[in-house]
């Protein structure tokens, strides 16, 4: 059962996302919220895919937002919000790795347990994360993740991730191949 | 069995995903507001759009045709209730025009507040026009007029209304508008634009000095850094100048650009009439602040550094009278007065450089020219599709730039992860540049891609001199050198 998402943000969006950046800079809350609500999901999305941890990265996506409460009046514009924020995102990922050493090994057992008492989350779902944690590779699925949920082009994901864009596209492409056959196998 | 790997997979797999995440993510935008309070550091800041590398052609053609439509139109009719000033727009360069709007955005009234703005408005009727089709026009009409041609210049965009969000889509269309002018002028002006918030006291002071509410505002945020620091005396200093000060938090008074130009005059030795043209670049946010000043003179192109405060050069040639001697008015190609070695010595020294004989060295060129004060040798050669770029200082032979550009990138492209990172780029680019890191400055790296390779962008100084360098990020391998004269 597929539920019927558009492609985020939709083309032009970033004019709307900088507005958003501009009000938030004067202390607007609601510009907070509406930025909330048009990102949440690709913020969540690639926290989640650096600290591969449900609970961390919810922690992670709050902490981005109070972050750009706090620094949206350092934001230059640039045209390119989503990149900023997703910065934001990356650092405080890495913060988080750091901090727990370095951990490389993901209990999926525990994610399945977390993403299981969330009623929104439904069997394929679970089937379509389990395929991202445990059958990719970091790279592959911040790739493959921030592609699907951000807008971003394959160019401006190789500066987020500093890695050079042959690696990006090789890595895209065996995601969505690995990702294939991990679901077929799930499903 | 094949796996075919089309976007319709991609898009396929991609939906997946987006549709997992919106069910995963979590809602927890109350928790976050609460967290958000306002704060002193929610002020009212500016926004600045950068000039991307636009060229500084000199062709405001556009923006001239927007100037004379407008100037063909009239103020046709109006109602009740259409004559009630809803928004202040201001426009500042060192012009400063104030532009009155109706609720319907239509324009009631265009007030020069200095001098140099009535030179601009000269004798445009605005009156009913469209608010951006009337600023486009100041725009034409500033360009013309030769403002906002160089890179060193800035127009400041301020919005004042009671309508936030009115003010704020007001503000983020004329910085769009403003921004396209200048990228199809191909002029060099960064915009900044604000909104501002309604403040008698604010438009009163703004009106003793004869500047805009815009920039009263923008002076204000500096004054926050310092209240010492002199309302009028900052109210003389440029838009960008200002706007570097208050991102820097800046506490005391720079010099001004004219001073700086004065005092790289006095230091070159020259005379005002030695000079045909000078401009200046303030860098107040850089450490140290200073003002780069370009002075065209009888004696070549010179540039100085000053710094911003003391008005000590910190960079550029003394007594230029004494030791250069001055072009013939032939233009450009001029220059080799102080030529101590040959064209063919400069071939020779460029050559050897790149480990290339003589017989291998394809299209070779040698021009001698003068830059910056000096001659110098352009030498250029291709070898194995590699481009080669020299300048050879004509007086002892050294090396000042040094530019290669292949064209069989992209095959040999960097490996993954592959790169020898900032610490061994610096090594490397220290080695070449032979200074010693102590000696380092104003270090800059960034790693760039350009046409499929991998770069470290490096700009720093040392001993006076400024060097760029791009230093491949893969193999260490210098592929740009420039080092910019200086005494």
Known sequence: MFSMTIAEPAPGEDAALEACLRRIARGDQEALALLYEKTRKAVYGFALSVVKHPQDAEDIQHDTYVQVWKGATSYQEKGKPMAWLLRITRNLSMDLLRRKGRVDTMDWEECKASFSQQSAVTAEDRITLAGLLAALGDEERQVVTLHALTGLKHREIAALLELPLSTVLSRYSRAIKKLQLAWKEGD | ?487
């Open chain 2, 1 to 487: 069995m094949t796996q075919f790997h089309t976007e319709h997979a991609d898009e396929a797999v991609e939906e997946r995903i987006r549709a997992a995440m919106e069910h995963a993510a979590p809602s927890q935008l109350d928790r976050i507001l609460a967290e958000c309070t306002v704060t002193a550091s929610q002020q009212p800041s500016l926004q600045v759009v950068t000039p991307s590398r636009r060229r500084r052609r000199w062709a405001p053609l556009a923006a001239a045709a927007a100037l004379a439509i407008v100037c063909g139109l009239f103020f046709v009719g109006q109602y009740r209730g259409a004559n009630a000033v809803a928004s202040v727009v201001s426009l500042d360069v060192n012009p400063s025009i104030q532009i009155d709007v109706n609720q319907k955005e239509r324009v009631l009234s265009v007030l020069a507040l200095n001098s140099e703005a009535e030179d601009v408005l000269a004798d445009m009727d605005l009156q009913g026009t469209q608010l951006n089709v009337a600023v486009n026009a100041i725009v034409g009409s500033l360009l013309q007029h030769g403002y906002l041609s160089s890179l060193s210049s800035a127009i400041l965009i301020s919005v004042e209304d009671q309508d936030v969000q009115r003010a704020d889509r007001i503000q983020t269309e004329l910085t769009t508008e403003v921004d396209a002018a200048l990228q199809n002028a191909a002029a060099g002006a960064a915009v900044l634009s604000q909104v501002v918030t309604q403040d008698a006291a604010l438009e009163s002071q703004a009106a003793a000095s004869s500047i805009s509410v815009g920039k009263a505002a923008l002076i204000q945020q500096v004054q926050a850094a310092n209240p010492q620091l002199d309302f009028d005396a900052l109210a003389a200093l440029s838009v960008e100048e200002l706007s570097q000060m208050q991102r820097t938090g800046a506490t005391a008074m720079p010099i001004g650009r004219a001073a700086a130009a004065a005092a790289a005059q006095a230091y070159a030795g020259l005379t005002e009439r030695d000079i045909y043209e000078w401009e200046v670049d303030p860098e107040l946010d850089k450490t140290p602040p200073y003002y780069e000043v370009e002075l065209e003179t009888a004696y070549g192109e010179l540039e100085y550094d000053v710094d911003a405060y003391t008005g000590q050069v910190l960079k550029g040639r003394a007594d230029v009278a004494k030791t250069g001697t001055p072009q013939t008015s032939s233009g450009g190609q001029s220059g080799g007065g102080d030529a101590q070695i040959t064209r063919d010595e400069a071939m020779e020294i460029a050559l050897k450089d790149a480990g290339i004989s003589t017989g291998t060295a394809q299209g070779l060129r040698c021009v001698l020219d003068w830059d910056d004060g000096q001659s110098i040798y352009e030498v250029e050669f291709r070898s194995d599709g590699v481009e080669y770029e020299y300048e050879i200082s004509a007086v002892d032979g050294d090396i000042l730039k040094m530019e290669r550009d292949g064209e069989e990138w992209g095959s040999s492209s960097a490996s993954d992860d592959g790169y020898i990172g900032q610490e061994t780029a610096k090594e490397a680019t220290l080695a070449h540049a032979g200074v010693s890191a102590s000696q380092v400055y104003d270090w800059e790296c960034q790693l760039d891609r350009d046409d499929g390779r991998a770069l470290y962008e490096i700009e720093f100084k040392a001993g006076g001199r400024e060097y760029e360098y791009e230093i491949d990020a893969a193999s260490g391998a210098v592929w740009k050198a420039e080092s910019d004269y200086d005494d």
